[in-house]
């Protein structure tokens, strides 16, 4: 019911997104732009000598922004949706990718290209997470992710953004009933939430860097004032994108996490039992397939 609910609100928002207002207005201060794409892979071998696995990969994405600026108020607003999954050989369908983010900021001219500006950003996934033993280690809502901000956002053209925060909170939620009670994603056991205030910084920068070739990448630092503040969060994620041409596109996205709360897989001991210990997360996709852009 939760995922029939977030597909629904995340469906909506995006028809909203293009729908022809019913009275006519000024949108000349408006950008907006939207990119859908789907990529799919399949490999089989018979009487193969060199060895392989059949396999069936699928995978989309979803990116839209809607960007004012007019005067001395700006608001910007992204949507970044990913989600993919392959059946290889006699294993079950397993997923690739798993991401739902949402980012929006408002903000009142200070001066020239500076901007007050408060901020926020929800992160969370569709489906269930698995590790290689089939144990449950995420699923919808666990974790969710909501950070709020208030401070500056340096803003010199349309494709640039620093925005410095000395006052943000990080809310971390597990509604996972097992995932709750061992603790998962530094939430205390057997509670669903845990509250962080410190300091945020974030940069973003989108810009076609050759000709058919477009960089879209974001990098967020947060700082927990109140425990560890050297102990910084780390979330950066970059997306390349290859034009072939109007609808063909080669696409490499990177993503790396480090957040010192969460514990990631280290593996299992000679009894088989997981191994969880403090680590870089980081995820690359490399995918060939339809891209359409509104």
Known sequence: ???????????????????EPSVKK??????????????????????WT???????????????????????????NTLDIN???????????????????????????????????????????????????KDLIS???????????????????KDFSFALSPIAGKITVVTNDSLKSIG????????????EFGGLMRVAWKKEVLTNVVLDTKLQLFSNYMENPQNVDV?????ITFKVNKYLSFNILAVLIYDHDILVPKGFNIEGIAINGRGVQFKEVLSFGVIYKI
């Not at 939207?34 to 009487?47: C, D, E, R």
């Not at 699923?139 to 340096?154: E, N, Q, V």
Request: proline fraction near 3%; hydrophobic fraction near 35%; charge should be positive.
């Open 184 to 195: 998962a994603f530094g939430v205390e056991p057997g509670k669903n939430v845990r509250y």
């Open 235 to 239: 979330n950066w994620d970059a997306l």
């Open 139 to 157: 699923d919808l809502f666990s974790p969710a992710y909501i950070t709020l901000a208030l401070g500056m956002d340096y803003k010199p053209n």
């Open 50 to 76: 060199a060895g392989g696995e059949n396999s069936i990969a699928l995978a989309g994405l979803h990116k839209s922004n809607a960007n004012y600026l007019k005067g001395n108020k700006s608001w910007a």
């Open 1 to 19: 019911m939760k995922k029939l609910l977030v597909l629904l609100v995340l469906s909506r928002f995006i028809v909203f997104s293009q729908e």
């Open 26 to 47: 000024d949108t000349s201060y408006w950008d907006k732009g939207a990119l859908f794409g789907i990529q799919f892979s399949q490999s089989s071998f018979y009487q």
């Open 83 to 133: 989600y993919g999954i392959i059946k290889q050989g006699n294993r079950g369908v397993r997923k690739t990718d798993d991401r739902i983010e949402f980012n929006s900021a408002y903000g009142q001219r200070a001066n020239n290209n500076w901007f007050y500006t408060g901020s926020f950003n929800f992160r969370t996934q569709f489906a269930p997470g698995f590790n290689t033993k």
